[in-house]
């Protein structure tokens, strides 16, 4: 559990090919932080290389866009030992994520404190918490409408327990 803190000043939002859960968590997490009054660089990234350079998948494009959310224009990027640095928080869609970034943290040359916290993306959610986001990639529509939902509600929770400090 992280120590609760006030809002970082950036966020990574990462899943493993960057083409359905977390560029999806990038627009809604900017969305919601900015009209919450918070100036927060929000990026995705995946661990994994597939999909380098590629758009969101059109499902998850389409499914963002029935819900105000237009993500057609982020292109799939992998994380990298800098992103440690460039980023205060860096949250994880699910737990196999968490661990391929703690190995990529923990592998980062520098000061191990003043490296980007890691944290599960469901982690400060009440109703989700703990839970990975599933990711919907094998899915029909209504695996990328339940991550829509999930990404939602862990995005609010994560800038509701930034508005208390």
């Known amino acids: 559990m992280l120590i609760k803190a006030s809002a970082p000043s950036s966020v990574l939002l990462v899943c493993l090919g960057n ?9 809604i997490f900017r969305q919601q932080a900015a009209v919450a009054g918070f100036e927060i660089k929000v990026d995705s990234a995946g661990t994994g290389d597939w999909h380098i350079g590629h758009a969101p998948d059109e ?13 057609s224009k982020l292109k799939a990027r992998q994380v990298s030992a800098d992103d440690f640095h460039d980023f205060d928080l860096i949250l994880a869609m699910d737990g196999q ?4 970034l ?37 899915g029909d ?16 929770a994560w800038i509701e327990s930034w508005k208390s400090n």
């Open 102 to 138: 703690q190995a990529i943290k923990d592998s980062v040359g520098g000061e191990k404190e003043n490296l980007a916290k890691l944290a599960l993306f469901s982690e400060e959610d009440p109703t989700y918490g703990g839970d990975d986001v599933p990711d919907p990639y094998t």
């Open 19 to 27: 083409i359905c859960r977390s560029p999806t968590a990038e627009e």
């Open 59 to 71: 499902r998850a494009q389409r499914h963002a866009k029935a819900h105000g959310y237009n993500i």
């Open 141 to 156: 529509g209504d695996a990328f409408e339940e991550v829509i939902e999930r990404i939602e509600s862990s995005a609010q």
């Open 97 to 100: 994520n968490l661990a391929d």
